[in-house]
């Protein structure tokens, strides 16, 4: 291993570069394996939406959702390019950021009302998603990721920053979802 910053080894590598690119084999698997998982999990998700437009549409419009069909290719267009973007490890705080988003948005408009238990509907699952997508960003991508190849993981991902973005605009955009679409009203009206 090429050792920098006189001699220090490791922790000077992973001192310049926060995602933890000095990080042992095992380590960079773990981060791999998280990105793999969220992300092909929030594929998933997206493709089902894409797959059936109308009826994600009819359902967005059934919680109080303004504007359904909008909010199902949405969801579907976000889902995938978000999901994407992690297993890549591409721009990875800004795609944890919209997962917490969508996480937000299915929690609070959804789940919040259940209780916290997946087996009553409630927020557990994307809960759990969200807290994943936020530990990826804080981790970084690792080793094995576009951020790295590119050198992005040197100024965007891993630490205090990339959580705090991860989380932060993740949560600014649910908000803002929520306010501009969300009326729970309507699904008395429908």
């Excluded at 509907?121 to 807290?131: C, Q």
């Amino acid at each position: 291993m090429r050792k920098l910053g006189g001699g220090r080894g490791r922790r000077a590598v992973a001192e310049r570069c926060p995602s933890g690119a000095g990080a042992s084999v095992g380590g960079q698997a773990a981060r791999l394996l998280l990105r793999l998982a969220v992300g092909g999990t929030m594929i998933a998700h997206g493709v089902k939406h894409g797959r059936t437009l109308d009826g994600t549409a009819g359902w967005f419009g059934s919680i109080g959702f303004r504007q359904p069909r909008m909010q199902a290719v949405a969801s579907s267009v976000v889902e995938v390019g978000s999901g994407a973007a992690l297993v890549a490890g591409a721009a990875t705080p800004l795609a944890a950021a919209a997962v917490v988003g969508t996480m937000g948005v299915a929690a609070y408009s959804v789940h919040r009302p259940n209780g916290f238990f997946i087996t009553a509907e409630g927020y557990e699952y994307v809960m759990n998603l969200a807290t994943a997508a936020i530990a990826i960003a804080g981790l970084g991508p690792g080793r094995w990721s576009i951020d790295r190849v590119c050198g992005a993981d040197r100024r965007l991902a891993g630490g205090t920053a990339a959580t705090a973005v991860a989380a932060g605009l993740g949560l600014a955009a649910a908000a803002a979802q929520l306010a501009a679409f969300h009326r729970p009203a309507l699904q008395e009206q429908i």
